[in-house]
């Protein structure tokens, strides 16, 4: 008869407790990326709005890299409207909460 050895599995996702800090977030992080996604919105916006411009006078014929440009922006947009309403409706509920 062979003798089997149980697996132990829990040994192969041992974690390094060492080995990495986890940083918390502070304010400035926070602002710096949402003032970065702002503004990468607003590229999306500019070239949408570019591209659209030099296909309405002739520039380009590439109809399909104006409409996905357009689309980016829209969703891009969306999103952004998106997170506002959800920040604003979590501050609500903040202010709903009896200190």
Do not use: C, W
Not at 33 to 55: I, P, R
Not at 68 to 74: L, N, P, R, T, V
């Amino acid at each position: 008869m062979i003798n089997i050895n149980p697996i132990n599995i829990a040994d192969n996702f041992k974690l390094d407790q060492g080995s990495k800090q986890i940083e918390e977030p502070n304010k400035e992080n926070f602002s710096n990326y949402f003032n970065e996604k702002l503004q990468e919105v607003n590229q999306l916006q500019k070239d949408s709005q570019k591209m659209t411009a030099d296909f309405a006078v002739g520039k380009t014929d590439n109809i399909h890299q104006v409409m996905i440009s357009a689309e980016k922006a829209k969703i891009a947009v969306n999103l952004t409207t998106a997170v506002q309403s959800k920040a604003i409706d979590a501050y609500k509920e903040i202010m709903r909460l009896q200190v």
